[in-house]
Protein backbone atom coordinates (compact mmCIF):
# COMPACT_ATOMS: atom_id res chain seq x y z
CA UNK A 1 0.00 0.00 0.00
CA UNK A 2 2.96 2.52 0.85
CA UNK A 3 4.60 1.80 -2.60
CA UNK A 4 1.17 2.24 -4.17
CA UNK A 5 0.50 5.49 -2.64
CA UNK A 6 4.20 6.85 -3.60
CA UNK A 7 3.77 6.22 -6.77
CA UNK A 8 0.47 8.05 -7.33
CA UNK A 9 2.19 10.85 -5.11
CA UNK A 10 4.46 10.63 -8.07
CA UNK A 11 2.82 10.33 -11.26
CA UNK A 12 4.04 13.19 -13.75
CA UNK A 13 0.78 13.65 -14.64
CA UNK A 14 -0.64 15.07 -11.39
CA UNK A 15 2.53 16.99 -11.19
CA UNK A 16 2.18 18.25 -14.78
CA UNK A 17 -1.49 19.51 -13.13
CA UNK A 18 -0.23 20.76 -10.50
CA UNK A 19 1.97 22.84 -12.10
CA UNK A 20 -0.51 23.34 -14.39
CA UNK A 21 -2.82 24.87 -11.69
CA UNK A 22 0.01 26.90 -9.60
CA UNK A 23 0.91 28.67 -13.01
CA UNK A 24 -2.65 29.52 -14.12
CA UNK A 25 -3.77 30.49 -10.61
CA UNK A 26 -1.18 31.65 -8.73
CA UNK A 27 0.47 34.16 -11.44
CA UNK A 28 -3.01 35.90 -11.63
CA UNK A 29 -3.08 35.96 -7.59
CA UNK A 30 0.87 37.68 -7.56
CA UNK A 31 -0.50 40.30 -9.91
CA UNK A 32 -3.17 41.06 -7.65
CA UNK A 33 -1.13 41.21 -4.29
CA UNK A 34 1.90 42.99 -6.03
CA UNK A 35 -0.81 45.39 -6.89
CA UNK A 36 -1.67 45.25 -3.68
CA UNK A 37 -5.23 44.70 -4.52
CA UNK A 38 -8.10 44.72 -7.48
CA UNK A 39 -8.72 47.91 -8.78
CA UNK A 40 -12.15 49.16 -9.24
CA UNK A 41 -12.77 49.44 -13.41
CA UNK A 42 -13.71 52.46 -15.19
CA UNK A 43 -16.34 52.91 -18.15
CA UNK A 44 -13.89 52.42 -20.54
CA UNK A 45 -13.09 48.69 -19.21
CA UNK A 46 -16.39 48.68 -18.90
CA UNK A 47 -16.79 49.12 -22.53
CA UNK A 48 -13.88 47.02 -23.31
CA UNK A 49 -15.71 44.07 -21.59
CA UNK A 50 -19.15 44.49 -23.22
CA UNK A 51 -17.43 44.74 -26.47
CA UNK A 52 -15.41 41.55 -25.96
CA UNK A 53 -18.71 39.74 -25.14
CA UNK A 54 -20.02 40.95 -28.24
CA UNK A 55 -18.03 40.63 -30.91
CA UNK A 56 -16.97 37.13 -29.07
CA UNK A 57 -20.58 35.91 -29.43
CA UNK A 58 -21.05 37.70 -33.25
CA UNK A 59 -18.02 36.11 -34.45
CA UNK A 60 -18.64 32.52 -33.37
CA UNK A 61 -22.34 32.63 -34.39
CA UNK A 62 -21.37 33.92 -37.62
CA UNK A 63 -18.62 31.38 -37.77
CA UNK A 64 -20.89 28.84 -37.09
CA UNK A 65 -23.59 29.75 -39.25
CA UNK A 66 -21.59 29.68 -42.23
CA UNK A 67 -19.73 26.27 -41.49
CA UNK A 68 -23.34 24.49 -41.97
CA UNK A 69 -23.81 24.97 -45.45
CA UNK A 70 -20.11 24.62 -46.10
CA UNK A 71 -19.64 21.48 -44.33
CA UNK A 72 -22.69 19.74 -45.69
CA UNK A 73 -21.93 20.65 -49.06
CA UNK A 74 -18.09 19.08 -48.16
CA UNK A 75 -19.85 15.98 -46.90
CA UNK A 76 -21.84 14.82 -49.39
CA UNK A 77 -20.07 15.78 -52.61
CA UNK A 78 -17.17 13.95 -54.10
CA UNK A 79 -14.79 15.55 -56.70
CA UNK A 80 -10.88 16.20 -57.75
CA UNK A 81 -8.50 17.41 -55.05
CA UNK A 82 -11.65 17.04 -52.30
CA UNK A 83 -9.24 15.87 -49.72
CA UNK A 84 -6.08 18.62 -50.28
CA UNK A 85 -9.21 21.44 -50.14
CA UNK A 86 -10.04 20.61 -46.43
CA UNK A 87 -6.44 20.40 -45.86
CA UNK A 88 -5.90 23.95 -47.31
CA UNK A 89 -9.35 25.25 -45.75
CA UNK A 90 -7.78 24.18 -42.08
CA UNK A 91 -4.88 25.99 -43.03
CA UNK A 92 -6.06 29.29 -41.44
CA UNK A 93 -6.14 28.02 -37.84
CA UNK A 94 -1.94 27.45 -37.75
CA UNK A 95 -0.94 30.48 -39.69
CA UNK A 96 0.60 33.23 -37.85
CA UNK A 97 -2.21 36.05 -36.66
CA UNK A 98 0.21 38.79 -38.12
CA UNK A 99 0.55 37.81 -41.96
CA UNK A 100 -3.32 36.75 -42.02
CA UNK A 101 -3.78 40.31 -40.91
CA UNK A 102 -1.59 41.17 -43.40
CA UNK A 103 -3.34 39.65 -46.19
CA UNK A 104 -6.96 40.37 -45.26
CA UNK A 105 -5.64 44.07 -45.63
CA UNK A 106 -4.44 43.69 -48.80
CA UNK A 107 -7.24 41.96 -49.99
CA UNK A 108 -10.15 44.42 -47.74
CA UNK A 109 -8.17 47.21 -46.74
CA UNK A 110 -8.30 50.80 -48.23
CA UNK A 111 -6.20 49.96 -51.30
CA UNK A 112 -7.24 46.11 -51.04
CA UNK A 113 -9.05 44.18 -54.14
CA UNK A 114 -12.38 44.88 -52.72
CA UNK A 115 -12.33 48.74 -52.61
CA UNK A 116 -10.60 48.60 -56.25
CA UNK A 117 -13.61 46.54 -57.60
CA UNK A 118 -16.25 48.73 -55.53
CA UNK A 119 -14.44 51.86 -56.97
CA UNK A 120 -15.72 51.78 -60.59
CA UNK A 121 -19.31 51.44 -59.62
CA UNK A 122 -18.99 55.26 -57.08
CA UNK A 123 -19.33 53.15 -54.10
CA UNK A 124 -17.18 54.95 -51.09
CA UNK A 125 -14.15 52.89 -49.71
CA UNK A 126 -14.70 50.07 -47.04
CA UNK A 127 -12.42 50.20 -43.98
CA UNK A 128 -11.18 46.80 -42.07
CA UNK A 129 -10.06 48.75 -38.96
CA UNK A 130 -12.79 48.47 -36.20
CA UNK A 131 -15.39 46.51 -34.75
CA UNK A 132 -16.02 45.63 -38.62
CA UNK A 133 -12.53 44.00 -38.96
CA UNK A 134 -12.00 42.21 -35.99
CA UNK A 135 -14.81 40.11 -36.46
CA UNK A 136 -13.90 39.61 -40.43
CA UNK A 137 -10.82 38.67 -39.06
CA UNK A 138 -11.74 36.13 -36.43
CA UNK A 139 -14.43 34.65 -38.63
CA UNK A 140 -11.83 33.93 -40.80
CA UNK A 141 -9.47 32.39 -38.66
CA UNK A 142 -12.14 30.63 -37.00
CA UNK A 143 -14.46 29.29 -39.74
CA UNK A 144 -12.17 26.20 -40.61
CA UNK A 145 -12.26 24.96 -37.09
CA UNK A 146 -16.04 25.08 -37.03
CA UNK A 147 -16.01 23.91 -40.51
CA UNK A 148 -13.97 20.91 -39.53
CA UNK A 149 -15.85 20.03 -36.27
CA UNK A 150 -19.75 20.24 -38.09
CA UNK A 151 -18.16 18.27 -40.95
CA UNK A 152 -16.95 16.07 -38.70
CA UNK A 153 -20.41 15.80 -36.84
CA UNK A 154 -21.58 14.80 -40.37
CA UNK A 155 -19.15 12.12 -40.83
CA UNK A 156 -20.60 10.80 -37.61
CA UNK A 157 -24.15 9.82 -38.92
CA UNK A 158 -24.42 6.40 -39.76
CA UNK A 159 -24.33 6.01 -43.70
CA UNK A 160 -27.15 3.30 -43.38
CA UNK A 161 -29.36 6.00 -41.82
CA UNK A 162 -28.72 8.77 -45.18
CA UNK A 163 -29.60 5.40 -47.54
CA UNK A 164 -32.78 4.17 -45.35
CA UNK A 165 -34.11 7.81 -45.89
CA UNK A 166 -33.45 7.64 -49.03
CA UNK A 167 -35.59 4.20 -49.41
CA UNK A 168 -38.03 5.23 -47.66
CA UNK A 169 -38.43 8.77 -50.22
CA UNK A 170 -37.86 11.45 -47.49
CA UNK A 171 -37.56 14.89 -48.96
CA UNK A 172 -34.67 17.13 -48.21
CA UNK A 173 -36.63 18.90 -45.74
CA UNK A 174 -37.57 15.44 -44.13
CA UNK A 175 -33.63 14.19 -44.30
CA UNK A 176 -32.97 17.52 -42.39
CA UNK A 177 -35.31 17.38 -39.61
CA UNK A 178 -34.73 13.55 -38.59
CA UNK A 179 -31.10 13.49 -39.29
CA UNK A 180 -29.33 16.78 -39.53
CA UNK A 181 -30.82 18.61 -37.32
CA UNK A 182 -30.51 16.86 -34.33
CA UNK A 183 -26.88 16.08 -35.36
CA UNK A 184 -26.39 20.06 -35.57
CA UNK A 185 -27.61 20.08 -31.97
CA UNK A 186 -25.05 18.20 -30.98
CA UNK A 187 -22.16 19.80 -32.79
CA UNK A 188 -23.28 23.39 -33.09
CA UNK A 189 -22.57 24.27 -29.07
CA UNK A 190 -19.35 22.78 -28.80
CA UNK A 191 -18.23 24.59 -32.36
CA UNK A 192 -20.12 27.79 -31.12
CA UNK A 193 -18.12 27.64 -27.85
CA UNK A 194 -14.44 26.47 -29.35
CA UNK A 195 -14.61 29.76 -31.49
CA UNK A 196 -16.42 32.00 -28.49
CA UNK A 197 -13.23 31.31 -25.90
CA UNK A 198 -10.75 31.70 -28.84
CA UNK A 199 -12.31 34.88 -29.64
CA UNK A 200 -12.87 35.76 -25.89
CA UNK A 201 -9.37 35.78 -25.10
CA UNK A 202 -8.14 37.16 -28.34
CA UNK A 203 -5.09 40.02 -28.73
CA UNK A 204 -3.09 40.19 -31.99
CA UNK A 205 -6.37 40.69 -33.93
CA UNK A 206 -7.63 43.53 -31.84
CA UNK A 207 -4.05 45.18 -31.68
CA UNK A 208 -3.80 45.14 -35.57
CA UNK A 209 -7.46 45.84 -36.76
CA UNK A 210 -9.06 47.24 -32.89
CA UNK A 211 -9.35 50.58 -34.55
CA UNK A 212 -9.55 52.87 -31.08
CA UNK A 213 -11.28 52.78 -27.91
CA UNK A 214 -14.35 51.81 -29.66
CA UNK A 215 -12.85 48.21 -30.19
CA UNK A 216 -11.16 47.28 -27.69
CA UNK A 217 -11.26 44.03 -25.97
CA UNK A 218 -10.55 42.87 -22.77
CA UNK A 219 -6.90 41.15 -23.39
CA UNK A 220 -5.99 44.81 -24.78
CA UNK A 221 -7.32 46.25 -22.40
CA UNK A 222 -5.04 44.21 -19.99
CA UNK A 223 -2.18 44.85 -22.49
CA UNK A 224 -2.45 48.63 -22.06
CA UNK A 225 -3.15 48.26 -18.17
CA UNK A 226 0.26 46.95 -18.45
CA UNK A 227 2.21 48.98 -21.26
CA UNK A 228 0.87 52.52 -20.48
CA UNK A 229 -0.50 52.68 -17.43
CA UNK A 230 1.14 50.02 -15.13
CA UNK A 231 -1.82 49.54 -13.29
CA UNK A 232 -1.51 45.83 -12.14
CA UNK A 233 -4.28 45.56 -10.13
CA UNK A 234 -6.92 46.72 -13.17
CA UNK A 235 -4.91 44.36 -15.23
CA UNK A 236 -5.72 41.39 -12.39
CA UNK A 237 -9.60 42.58 -12.25
CA UNK A 238 -9.93 42.12 -15.93
CA UNK A 239 -7.71 39.12 -16.22
CA UNK A 240 -10.18 36.92 -13.48
CA UNK A 241 -13.24 38.91 -15.48
CA UNK A 242 -12.27 37.13 -18.47
CA UNK A 243 -11.80 34.05 -16.70
CA UNK A 244 -14.95 34.46 -15.62
CA UNK A 245 -16.59 34.79 -18.47
CA UNK A 246 -15.02 31.65 -19.64
CA UNK A 247 -15.97 29.39 -17.46
CA UNK A 248 -19.94 30.67 -17.64
CA UNK A 249 -19.42 29.99 -21.67
CA UNK A 250 -18.18 26.46 -21.00
CA UNK A 251 -21.25 26.02 -18.19
CA UNK A 252 -23.95 27.04 -20.62
CA UNK A 253 -22.93 25.43 -23.88
CA UNK A 254 -22.75 22.07 -21.72
CA UNK A 255 -26.80 22.56 -20.79
CA UNK A 256 -27.12 23.42 -24.51
CA UNK A 257 -25.91 19.97 -26.01
CA UNK A 258 -28.38 17.95 -26.95
CA UNK A 259 -27.37 13.84 -27.86
CA UNK A 260 -28.43 12.99 -31.44
CA UNK A 261 -28.88 9.23 -30.48
CA UNK A 262 -28.11 8.32 -33.95
CA UNK A 263 -26.84 4.54 -32.44
CA UNK A 264 -23.72 2.65 -34.11
CA UNK A 265 -23.47 1.91 -37.93
CA UNK A 266 -21.41 -0.28 -39.78
CA UNK A 267 -18.56 2.27 -40.50
CA UNK A 268 -18.51 1.68 -44.10
CA UNK A 269 -17.23 4.86 -45.68
CA UNK A 270 -20.41 5.20 -48.20
CA UNK A 271 -20.38 8.39 -50.28
CA UNK A 272 -23.83 10.71 -48.96
CA UNK A 273 -26.62 10.46 -51.36
CA UNK A 274 -25.87 13.55 -54.06
CA UNK A 275 -28.14 16.24 -53.34
CA UNK A 276 -31.23 16.90 -55.70
CA UNK A 277 -31.89 19.96 -58.09
CA UNK A 278 -30.57 23.34 -57.17
CA UNK A 279 -29.03 22.22 -53.96
CA UNK A 280 -26.20 20.59 -56.01
CA UNK A 281 -25.10 24.24 -57.13
CA UNK A 282 -25.89 25.79 -53.50
CA UNK A 283 -23.20 23.29 -52.39
CA UNK A 284 -20.81 24.00 -55.08
CA UNK A 285 -21.07 27.69 -54.28
CA UNK A 286 -21.01 27.44 -50.80
CA UNK A 287 -17.47 25.39 -51.62
CA UNK A 288 -16.00 28.02 -53.98
CA UNK A 289 -17.23 31.05 -51.73
CA UNK A 290 -15.51 29.50 -48.44
CA UNK A 291 -12.43 28.28 -50.53
CA UNK A 292 -11.64 32.12 -52.10
CA UNK A 293 -12.23 33.77 -48.65
CA UNK A 294 -9.97 31.34 -46.74
CA UNK A 295 -7.20 30.91 -49.50
CA UNK A 296 -7.06 34.42 -51.73
CA UNK A 297 -6.07 36.18 -48.79
CA UNK A 298 -2.78 33.80 -48.52
CA UNK A 299 -2.58 34.13 -52.16
CA UNK A 300 -2.27 38.10 -52.09
CA UNK A 301 0.45 37.69 -48.97
CA UNK A 302 2.73 35.05 -50.73
CA UNK A 303 2.86 37.18 -54.44
CA UNK A 304 3.34 40.22 -52.81
CA UNK A 305 5.93 39.01 -50.77
CA UNK A 306 8.08 36.37 -52.52
CA UNK A 307 9.93 38.45 -55.01
CA UNK A 308 10.96 40.49 -52.12
CA UNK A 309 12.78 37.83 -50.04
CA UNK A 310 16.39 37.73 -51.45
CA UNK A 311 16.44 41.88 -49.89
CA UNK A 312 14.93 41.23 -46.28
CA UNK A 313 17.54 42.79 -44.34
CA UNK A 314 19.72 40.54 -41.57
CA UNK A 315 17.73 41.77 -38.59
CA UNK A 316 14.41 39.46 -40.17
CA UNK A 317 16.52 36.06 -40.86
CA UNK A 318 18.45 36.71 -37.24
CA UNK A 319 14.54 36.92 -36.00
CA UNK A 320 13.53 34.28 -37.98
CA UNK A 321 16.54 31.86 -36.31
CA UNK A 322 15.41 32.78 -32.79
CA UNK A 323 11.89 32.13 -33.61
CA UNK A 324 12.58 28.81 -34.87
CA UNK A 325 14.64 27.60 -31.38
CA UNK A 326 12.32 29.06 -29.22
CA UNK A 327 9.09 27.41 -30.84
CA UNK A 328 10.97 23.79 -30.72
CA UNK A 329 11.40 24.16 -26.82
CA UNK A 330 8.18 25.23 -26.53
CA UNK A 331 6.91 22.41 -28.68
CA UNK A 332 9.17 20.52 -26.69
CA UNK A 333 7.86 21.48 -23.14
CA UNK A 334 4.37 21.30 -24.46
CA UNK A 335 4.48 17.71 -26.13
CA UNK A 336 6.42 16.66 -22.25
CA UNK A 337 3.06 18.30 -20.24
CA UNK A 338 0.46 17.09 -22.83
CA UNK A 339 2.26 13.36 -22.51
CA UNK A 340 2.19 13.09 -18.48
CA UNK A 341 -1.26 14.48 -18.75
CA UNK A 342 -2.76 12.32 -21.05
CA UNK A 343 -1.12 9.00 -19.84
CA UNK A 344 -2.90 10.35 -16.19
CA UNK A 345 -6.34 10.87 -17.51
CA UNK A 346 -6.08 7.72 -19.44
CA UNK A 347 -5.52 6.05 -15.89
CA UNK A 348 -8.95 7.56 -14.62
CA UNK A 349 -7.93 10.94 -12.77
CA UNK A 350 -10.27 13.51 -14.28
CA UNK A 351 -9.12 16.60 -12.59
CA UNK A 352 -5.71 16.34 -14.17
CA UNK A 353 -7.86 16.84 -17.84
CA UNK A 354 -9.86 19.87 -16.03
CA UNK A 355 -6.27 21.50 -15.08
CA UNK A 356 -4.52 20.98 -18.45
CA UNK A 357 -7.48 22.60 -19.93
CA UNK A 358 -7.58 25.50 -17.81
CA UNK A 359 -4.86 27.72 -19.38
CA UNK A 360 -7.77 28.22 -22.26
CA UNK A 361 -9.86 30.82 -19.98
CA UNK A 362 -6.16 32.45 -18.94
CA UNK A 363 -4.83 35.35 -20.23
CA UNK A 364 -1.24 34.77 -21.64
CA UNK A 365 -0.57 38.60 -20.81
CA UNK A 366 -1.42 38.02 -17.04
CA UNK A 367 0.19 34.61 -16.87
CA UNK A 368 3.67 36.39 -18.23
CA UNK A 369 3.34 39.25 -16.15
CA UNK A 370 2.93 37.06 -13.24
CA UNK A 371 5.97 35.40 -14.38
CA UNK A 372 7.80 38.17 -14.76
CA UNK A 373 6.76 39.35 -11.08
CA UNK A 374 8.18 36.37 -9.44
CA UNK A 375 11.23 36.40 -11.19
CA UNK A 376 12.31 40.28 -11.43
CA UNK A 377 14.62 39.99 -8.78
CA UNK A 378 17.13 37.23 -10.89
CA UNK A 379 17.26 39.21 -13.97
CA UNK A 380 15.97 42.39 -16.12
CA UNK A 381 12.10 41.99 -18.02
CA UNK A 382 14.46 41.97 -21.43
CA UNK A 383 16.58 39.60 -20.45
CA UNK A 384 13.83 37.10 -19.61
CA UNK A 385 11.01 38.10 -21.94
CA UNK A 386 12.07 35.36 -24.51
CA UNK A 387 12.10 32.02 -21.41
CA UNK A 388 9.21 33.63 -20.14
CA UNK A 389 7.75 33.26 -24.06
CA UNK A 390 8.72 29.91 -24.10
CA UNK A 391 6.84 29.02 -21.29
CA UNK A 392 3.76 30.95 -22.24
CA UNK A 393 3.20 29.74 -25.15
CA UNK A 394 4.05 26.19 -24.27
CA UNK A 395 1.20 26.42 -21.49
CA UNK A 396 -1.33 27.88 -24.16
CA UNK A 397 -0.91 25.49 -26.50
CA UNK A 398 -1.38 22.57 -23.98
CA UNK A 399 -5.25 22.12 -23.91
CA UNK A 400 -5.16 21.67 -28.31
CA UNK A 401 -2.07 19.24 -27.66
CA UNK A 402 -4.35 17.27 -25.19
CA UNK A 403 -7.10 17.01 -26.67
CA UNK A 404 -5.03 15.43 -29.41
CA UNK A 405 -3.46 12.89 -27.50
CA UNK A 406 -6.09 11.89 -25.03
CA UNK A 407 -8.47 9.75 -27.46
CA UNK A 408 -5.25 8.06 -28.24
CA UNK A 409 -3.68 7.75 -24.87
CA UNK A 410 -6.82 5.92 -23.94
CA UNK A 411 -7.35 3.76 -26.61
CA UNK A 412 -3.19 2.80 -25.71
CA UNK A 413 -4.36 2.26 -22.00
CA UNK A 414 -7.42 -0.41 -22.88
CA UNK A 415 -5.63 -1.96 -25.77
CA UNK A 416 -2.19 -2.73 -23.80
CA UNK A 417 -2.47 -1.50 -20.16
CA UNK A 418 -2.91 -4.76 -18.58
CA UNK A 419 -0.50 -6.64 -20.88
CA UNK A 420 2.55 -4.34 -19.74
CA UNK A 421 1.28 -3.96 -16.10
CA UNK A 422 1.69 -8.26 -16.23
CA UNK A 423 5.27 -7.92 -17.85
CA UNK A 424 6.41 -5.33 -15.32
CA UNK A 425 6.63 -2.34 -17.84
CA UNK A 426 7.35 0.55 -16.11
CA UNK A 427 9.20 3.87 -16.22
CA UNK A 428 11.12 4.54 -19.01
CA UNK A 429 11.39 0.92 -20.51
CA UNK A 430 7.42 1.54 -20.77
CA UNK A 431 7.89 5.13 -22.59
CA UNK A 432 10.50 3.31 -24.70
CA UNK A 433 9.08 0.87 -26.01
CA UNK A 434 5.11 0.97 -25.88
CA UNK A 435 4.07 4.61 -24.88
CA UNK A 436 5.96 6.57 -27.74
CA UNK A 437 5.98 3.95 -30.24
CA UNK A 438 1.94 3.88 -30.21
CA UNK A 439 1.41 7.32 -29.87
CA UNK A 440 4.24 8.34 -32.10
CA UNK A 441 1.32 9.77 -35.35
CA UNK A 442 -1.10 11.80 -32.55
CA UNK A 443 2.52 13.21 -30.77
CA UNK A 444 3.50 14.34 -34.33
CA UNK A 445 0.37 16.11 -34.84
CA UNK A 446 0.23 17.64 -31.56
CA UNK A 447 3.87 18.80 -32.07
CA UNK A 448 3.80 20.27 -35.20
CA UNK A 449 0.44 22.18 -33.80
CA UNK A 450 2.41 23.31 -30.83
CA UNK A 451 5.48 24.75 -33.00
CA UNK A 452 3.47 26.33 -35.79
CA UNK A 453 1.34 28.61 -32.75
CA UNK A 454 4.62 29.03 -30.96
CA UNK A 455 6.38 30.17 -34.33
CA UNK A 456 3.64 32.89 -34.86
CA UNK A 457 2.57 33.94 -31.89
CA UNK A 458 2.34 37.78 -31.22
CA UNK A 459 1.28 38.07 -27.44
CA UNK A 460 3.36 38.52 -24.42
CA UNK A 461 6.91 39.44 -26.15
CA UNK A 462 4.82 42.42 -27.24
CA UNK A 463 5.11 43.25 -23.58
CA UNK A 464 8.71 42.86 -22.68
CA UNK A 465 11.12 42.28 -25.53
CA UNK A 466 13.46 45.21 -26.53
CA UNK A 467 13.59 45.91 -30.02
CA UNK A 468 17.02 43.96 -29.90
CA UNK A 469 16.09 40.20 -29.22
CA UNK A 470 12.90 40.83 -31.43
CA UNK A 471 10.79 37.40 -32.43
CA UNK A 472 9.80 37.16 -36.04
CA UNK A 473 6.17 38.14 -35.65
CA UNK A 474 7.52 40.97 -33.82
CA UNK A 475 9.68 42.19 -36.60
CA UNK A 476 6.80 41.67 -38.96
CA UNK A 477 4.71 43.68 -36.60
CA UNK A 478 7.15 46.66 -36.52
CA UNK A 479 7.89 46.53 -39.83
CA UNK A 480 4.45 47.14 -40.42
CA UNK A 481 3.98 50.04 -38.31
CA UNK A 482 7.13 51.31 -39.95
CA UNK A 483 4.91 51.49 -43.28
CA UNK A 484 7.77 49.35 -44.97
CA UNK A 485 4.99 47.56 -46.15
CA UNK A 486 7.30 45.43 -49.14
CA UNK A 487 9.66 44.42 -46.47
CA UNK A 488 6.99 43.08 -44.01
CA UNK A 489 5.10 41.12 -46.98
CA UNK A 490 8.60 39.01 -47.47
CA UNK A 491 8.54 38.93 -43.76
CA UNK A 492 5.22 37.82 -43.96
CA UNK A 493 5.74 34.83 -46.66
CA UNK A 494 8.83 33.39 -44.20
CA UNK A 495 6.64 33.59 -41.31
CA UNK A 496 3.88 31.46 -42.98
CA UNK A 497 7.15 29.02 -44.58
CA UNK A 498 8.82 27.93 -41.66
CA UNK A 499 5.46 27.85 -39.70
CA UNK A 500 3.88 25.37 -41.99
CA UNK A 501 7.29 23.66 -42.33
CA UNK A 502 7.34 23.06 -38.29
CA UNK A 503 3.67 21.63 -38.83
CA UNK A 504 4.60 19.38 -41.97
CA UNK A 505 7.92 17.93 -40.05
CA UNK A 506 6.33 17.39 -36.79
CA UNK A 507 3.29 15.52 -38.25
CA UNK A 508 5.12 13.81 -40.92
CA UNK A 509 7.85 12.51 -38.74
CA UNK A 510 5.23 11.18 -36.73
CA UNK A 511 3.03 9.56 -39.02
CA UNK A 512 6.65 7.72 -40.41
CA UNK A 513 7.64 6.75 -36.93
CA UNK A 514 3.99 5.09 -36.55
CA UNK A 515 4.56 3.52 -39.79
CA UNK A 516 7.59 1.76 -39.02
Not at 253 to 265: D, E, I, N, Q
Not at 356 to 366: F, N, T
Amino acid sequence: MAERFRAIALSPGMIAGAAVIVLVIGTLAVVAATAGGLSALGPWDWRAVRFTLWQAALSATLSALLAVPVARALARRRFAGRGLLITLLGAPFILPVIVAIMGLIAVFGRNGLVNAALAPLGLGPVSIYGWQGVILAHVFFNLPLAVRMVLHGWQAIPAERFRLAQSLGFTPADTARHLERPMLREVLPGAWLAVFLVCLTSFAVALALGGGPRATTIELAIYQAFRFDFDMGKAATLGLIQVGLCLVALLLSRRATVTAGFGAGLDRDLPLPAPPGWRRGADTAAILLAAAFLLVPMSFVILQGAPRIPALPDAVWSAAARSVVMALISAALTLTLALALALSVAEGRSWVEAAGMLPIVASPLVLGTGLFLLLRNVASAPQMALPVTVIINAVMALPFALRILIPAARTLRADYGRLADSLGMRGMARLRLLTLPRLSGPLGFAGGLSAALAMGDLGVITLFADSRNPTLPLQLYQLMNSYRMADAAACAVVLMAISFALFWIFDKGGRLHAAL
